[in-house]
């Protein structure tokens, strides 16, 4: 019986110096360290901005209006804050600029040629800004880019449709202010009408605003006056009244910038697109990507930016009509037109994108 108890004491002195001694006891939580040592969370990046300055109207049906919707539409994309003002008057262009630039905008866009002067004179007093003017003329290093679309495209669709639906054999174009960009789209315009027809007579004129609906409807109603029975309005808010005049006539208009056929469904045979949302896009993501360069960038039919409608009123083309307008098509879209001459040239100091 002794060697029996002495024999348990032994395995249980054994079997506590093991638990004593092995690993699988939980060890002891480390004390928490003071709420004052925790690590200071990540500030969240803040949204690139950018502002838009526009000469007109949100609401012209035409460049500025498509700006802004362009402007919209990166702010969803892209997570952006955007502001813009309208209507600027070109005495207040800098003060608009110089307000943007003190609230610590990352891009500033013109949108039109009318702000390249004022540009030219305040990117270089804030190097640390983009800038950028869409259909602008001049580039400045290290920071103001240009990216103009090749408006004589434009221009050559919209006047090789007019001279398919003219039955007068005269059509005309009315512009805004006579900038470059602007008598480029004119002299497209008559070559593409020439193209169709080369007995065509082309009017073309100025109202020198963009904003001044009568003047526009006033200058449409004397060319139709003079037998002109397809009318286009390159002047934004003014193409407008121009488009008033041919329904009020009974004539015909081809839409121009953006798809103007619901103005007047059965006066608008086709439109001649210029995307301003689409180069809106581009700008903003080169200007992000750190990608954006001071030189002039011309866009057109290959990038997809200028680009017709389908036809609003097929009928008024005959078989052989639509087999010239796919020949134009086509040759914008290959590049031959440009090669052979057929297009007018593109204004100097360009780059193709």
Partial sequence: MKKFWALLLAVMLVVGMVAGCGGGAAEEPAPEAPAGDEPPAEEPAEPYKVALLLPGAINDAGFNQLGYEGLMAAKDKYGLDVAYTEQIPQVDFETVLYDYIDKGYDLILGNGFDFTDAMLKIAPTAPDVQFAIINGNEALAPNLAVYRFYTPETGFLAGAAAALVSESG?????????????????????AGAKYINPDIQVLTGYTESWTDVAKGKEMAMAMIDQGVDVVVGNANQVTLGIIGAAQERGVRAIGYIDDQSAVAPETVAISSIQSVSELMDTMIQDAMNGEMEPVKNLVGVKEGVVRPTDWNHPEWVDEEGMAKWEEVVTGLQDGSFKSSGVLPSPPSKTRNM
């Fill in 170 to 190: 005269k059509v005309g174009m009315i512009g805004g202010q006579s900038f470059p960009h602007i008598v480029d789209a004119a002299v497209g315009f008559e």
